[in-house]
């Protein structure tokens, strides 16, 4: 079958690349014999409509050249057409392009949708929020709901406001319950994660995998900043998973396919990096096999 792809391209995302991603694009389709059609992103995010023009274009594969927000809007809305999707990463993060091993380089990432290699990757429903990558709630989602409202973007406005944010962190109250677990805490936040990263090749879940069918749960706890400092970075290397839940170690790592979290002091809340409005209670679910992705 022809390949036919369809490139999304977000004008605004993260850093800037000193080519010409379209020309680049253009280049290599040719270079290849593939049939294209550029068109951009959407700043509302809806792209119901593109579900008629991958039918009546005969459209293959849609390739998303963006963050991790953008990725997952479109695999939202998308992922039951017979397409595949591919990543041109040009977020400020790219936790789901560096998880599933695709590099930055736009030459490189084109390399790995030119090889047509696809798998089926795993995502989740965070209520009635899809999530492709990583949601949470408590520090990482301030830190998101202000990266939401500057006008400049980028790994090093994302670093000054995670660094403001420290200066005033504070812990929320939570319950988990799942089949694994029943627990009440104060976590200054708690992740839930289909890949292995926040993003920027900062690992968070180590054992996170996008095809495992499990989602991994990692709660940071209150306690001393430096104590939480140290134990975050042995978790990034050398985490396991909890063994004894009765214990507290300052961080609680567990896997699950479905959970419920209560919380009741409406701590902030993100998905995939986009922060959306807190609930009282968040009920969460692994989709397995949820689309089908080009990834080394």
């Known amino acids: 079958m022809q390949r036919r792809i369809l490139f999304l391209l977000n004008p605004k995302a993260g850093v800037k690349q000193k080519i010409s991603l379209p020309d680049l694009i253009q280049q290599r389709c040719a270079d290849a014999a593939v049939d294209f059609i550029i068109d951009h992103t959407r700043a509302d995010g809806d792209y119901t409509l593109l579900k008629e023009k991958i039918t009546a274009e005969k459209i293959t594969d849609v390739v998303i050249a963006g963050g991790d927000g953008t990725i ?39 390399d790995i949708i030119f090889a047509g290699s696809a798998n089926p990757v795993d995502a989740f429903l965070i209520n009635d929020h899809f999530s492709c990558m990583l949601s949470g709630l408590g520090f990482d989602a ?4 202000d990266f939401d409202g500057q006008t400049k973007r980028g790994f090093w406005k994302y670093a000054e406001l995670t660094l403001k944010n420290v200066t005033g962190i504070k812990p929320y109250a939570f319950h988990l319950k ?19 990263q926040f993003g920027n090749q900062f690992t968070i879940a180590p054992k996170a995998s996008l095809q495992d069918g499990k989602l991994d749960i990692v709660a940071v706890e209150k306690n001393n900043l430096l104590s939480v400092l140290a134990k975050v970075l042995w978790h990034i290397n050398y985490g396991t998973f909890t063994k004894d839940f009765k214990k507290h170690y300052g961080i609680t790592y567990f896997q699950t396919t479905e959970l419920v979290i209560e919380n009741p002091e409406l701590a902030p809340f993100h998905v995939d990096g986009d922060g959306k409005q807190t609930n009282k209670r968040f009920t969460v679910s692994v989709i397995p096999r949820a689309y089908s992705l080009l990834m080394s």
Do not use: W
């Not at 695999?75 to 977020?91: H, K, N």
């Not at 599933?100 to 380089?105: E, H, L, S, V, Y």
């Open 178 to 196: 799942s089949k694994e677990v029943d627990l009440s805490m104060k976590a200054y936040f708690i992740s839930i994660a289909n890949s292995n």
């Open 142 to 145: 301030q830190v998101a709901h």
């Open 72 to 110: 997952s809007a479109v695999t939202a809305q998308l992922r039951e057409m017979p397409v595949r999707f591919g990543i041109i990463p040009r977020g400020s993060g790219n936790g789901l392009a560096f998880a599933a091993r695709i590099p930055k380089d736009p030459n490189k990432a084109l």
